[in-house]
């Protein structure tokens, strides 16, 4: 349990910083389609004989980061529509792979994820991941905030586009595959969301919308995994329970506030 | 035409632009001189966009765009650009002082504002009467208010080459009128050049030095009276055009300054 808690004060403040860009620049089908990409990432590492498919979900998970900003660029199709088309084809592909003679259900723990099954390596692989986001942040915090206004008025303020927008999906998808064993495959994308999305309900300007964002996911992040221990529930889904339901209040808060 | 301190200009020579089997800019040719307001107008799909993302350097190209500052060849001009649009969530809760901030600052804004940032945020916004909209969010702005607040960030620091992507689209007349008379104060006050790409004719006529009539490539080219009186104009245009009849009659009165359509 003290694990679990450890994990979730690194994950939550992380996932409520990712969320606040991930909403601004409308990523969030893109993220559910990383999320679910581990399912084939998955299935190529058992193919290719791994004990940890860590590794395989990773380099999935980049690739696909990479390929669809490269795709972004060159495209006339919309977006959604070519992630639509690519998530059907990778979940299919992971699920009939890792079905075969009847294996599925072993797998079905990175569906939902189990958070008290933390162990301390991965504990210092999200310290480390908290870190460089951090400083990523600090650094490219204003790119990034004039690239999602504009882009071209980014370039014309000497950001290079292409390297924050691959950099941050970059990073994007490395927090969400090392966090789907704890986190689950369905859920992964409300973490990232809702924090985000609860804060906007709230916020008017850039720090507030951060700082309200961070608050909500480590509040609903702790309440729901204490929560979850004594119902005996999925901590995961229980967390992002909590989370929809400030988003809800946040919501009624801002309403009333107009 | 403006008298220019012709040590800094821009020059471009032979400029193609092609996507792929598509021509969007055949062989344009086009000198800027600083202080000087140079306005492109064309029909949607001329490639008046297209030439001001080429030289800002986004676009691939044949040709040659050579920018030189204070008499040296610049390979990396300071450019200004006000953009058409902003291209996000208008609910995003994106104040103006974050906007700017994030152009003109290292500071993250995200980690809040530091103490001196406000007054140089309020500095620069004050030249353009924007100051007032500092705690604004930038979804709520109005079409003019916004092209003051993005005129702010292109002019902060000053550049060499100030690039206006149709300003006149969603502004009123009023605001638009005093849009243009910003622009006109800048390049006198700054010598600096500027491109002006707009629909709207009759009522940036009163304020450049040249009018550009761009259709993948440039047709016609010189005094705005000139050139919105040439029937090329009227072609390349269409009949779709409500203000072209009233062009004349704009253009010789003071009112004309305001059309916006």
Same mark, same amino acid.
């Given at each position: 349990?003290k694990?679990? =808690? ?7 403040p992380l996932?409520?910083?990712l969320? @606040?860009?991930?909403?601004n620049?409308r990523m ?7 999320g ?7 299935a190529i590492?058992v ?5 940890d ?6 380099v999935?998970?980049?690739?696909l980061?990479v390929?669809v900003?490269i795709?972004?660029?060159? @495209?006339?199709t919309?977006?959604? @529509?070519?992630?639509g088309v ?6 299919a =592909? ?16 990175y =569906?939902i994820g189990?958070i008290?099954?933390?162990?301390p390596q991965?504990i210092?692989w ?6 460089v986001?951090l400083m990523?942040?600090?650094a490219?915090?204003?790119a990034m905030?004039?690239?999602?206004v504009?882009?071209?008025?980014a ?10 927008e691959?950099?941050? @999906? ?10 789907i064993?704890?986190?689950?495959i369905l859920?992964i994308?409300?973490l ?5 999305a609860?804060?906007?309900?709230l916020?008017?300007n850039m720090?507030a919308y951060t700082?309200w ?10 309440t729901? =995994? ?6 005996g529930?999925?901590?995961?889904a229980?967390?992002?329970?909590f989370?929809a339901?400030?988003y809800c209040v946040?919501?009624l808060l ?5 | 035409?403006q008298?220019?301190c012709e040590?800094? /200009?821009?020059?471009?020579d032979?400029?193609t ?6 021509t969007i ?10 202080g ?7 029909p ?11 030289i800002?350097?986004?676009?691939p190209y ?5 920018f ?8 990396k001009?300071k ?5 058409q ?9 994106i104040?103006v002082?974050?906007l700017?901030?994030?152009a003109?600052s ?9 103490k001196e940032?406000?007054e140089k945020?309020k500095?620069?916004?004050?030249l353009?009467s924007?100051e ?9 702005l109005?079409?003019g ?11 902060t620091?000053e ?6 992507d149709?300003?006149?689209?969603g ?14 104060d800048?390049r006198?006050k700054?010598d ?6 707009t629909?709207d004719l009759?009522g940036?006529s009163s304020?450049v030095?040249r009018?550009?009539l761009?259709n993948r490539?440039?047709i016609?080219e ?7 009186s040439?029937e090329?104009?009227v ?6 055009l409500?203000?072209?009849? /009233?062009?004349?009659n704009?253009m ?10």
């Amino acid at each position: 349990m003290k694990n679990a =808690l450890l994990a979730t004060l690194l994950v939550t403040p992380l996932f409520a910083l990712l969320g @606040t860009m991930v909403v601004n620049n409308r990523m969030v089908f893109f993220t559910d389609v990383l999320g679910h990409s581990a399912l084939t990432g998955i299935a190529i590492g058992v193919l290719l004989g791994f004990r940890d498919p860590t590794l395989s979900m990773i380099v999935l998970a980049v690739a696909l980061a990479v390929g669809v900003n490269i795709l972004k660029n060159i @495209t006339k199709t919309p977006i959604d @529509t070519v992630l639509g088309v690519f998530m059907a084809f990778i979940v299919a =592909l992971g699920i009939v792979i890792l079905s075969r003679q009847g294996g599925f259900v072993k797998y079905t723990s990175y =569906l939902i994820g189990d958070i008290l099954a933390v162990t301390p390596q991965q504990i210092a692989w999200f310290f480390v991941l908290a870190a460089v986001v951090l400083m990523y942040w600090y650094a490219a915090g204003n790119a990034m905030l004039l690239t999602s206004v504009n882009p071209s008025l980014a370039r014309s303020r000497m950001v290079n586009t292409f390297l924050i927008e691959t950099s941050f @999906t970059v990073l994007l998808a490395l927090v969400v595959i090392v966090s789907i064993r704890l986190v689950g495959i369905l859920i992964i994308n409300s973490l990232l969301v809702l924090p985000a999305a609860a804060s906007r309900n709230l916020a008017r300007n850039m720090h507030a919308y951060t700082a309200w964002a961070v608050v909500i996911s480590i509040l609903s992040g702790v309440t729901g =995994l204490v929560v979850s221990y004594y119902w005996g529930t999925a901590s995961g889904a229980t967390i992002v329970l909590f989370a929809a339901g400030c988003y809800c209040v946040t919501a009624l808060l801002g309403r009333w506030r107009k | 035409m403006q008298k220019t301190c012709e040590h800094c /200009c821009t020059k471009i020579d032979s400029l193609t632009v092609r996507f792929g089997d598509n021509t969007i800019l055949d062989n344009v040719n086009l000198h800027v001189n600083c202080g000087e307001i140079i306005g492109v107008v064309g029909p949607n799909g001329a490639g008046k966009t297209t030439l001001l993302r080429t030289i800002l350097g986004e676009i691939p190209y044949q040709g040659k765009i050579i920018f030189r500052i204070s008499g040296h060849e610049s390979k990396k001009p300071k450019i200004g650009y006000v953009p058409q649009k902003l291209q996000f969530d208008l609910s995003s809760p994106i104040s103006v002082t974050d906007l700017v901030a994030s152009a003109i600052s290292q500071h993250p804004v995200w980690m809040g504002i530091n103490k001196e940032l406000p007054e140089k945020v309020k500095s620069v916004l004050s030249l353009f009467s924007a100051e007032h909209l500092l705690e604004r969010r930038v979804g709520e702005l109005s079409g003019g208010e916004l092209q003051r607040v993005l005129l702010a960030i292109a002019m902060t620091p000053e550049p060499g080459l100030l690039l206006l992507d149709e300003p006149a689209s969603g502004i009123d007349v009023r605001g638009l009128s005093l849009f243009y008379q910003i622009v006109d104060d800048l390049r006198k006050k700054h010598d600096i050049a500027v491109i002006l790409v707009t629909h709207d004719l009759a009522g940036v006529s009163s304020y450049v030095d040249r009018l550009i009539l761009l259709n993948r490539s440039v047709i016609a080219e010189g005094d705005p009276k000139e050139v919105l009186s040439n029937e090329k104009l009227v072609k390349t245009f269409g009949s779709s055009l409500w203000n072209i009849s /009233c062009l004349p009659n704009l253009m010789s009165s003071e009112s004309g300054k305001n059309g916006d359509h």
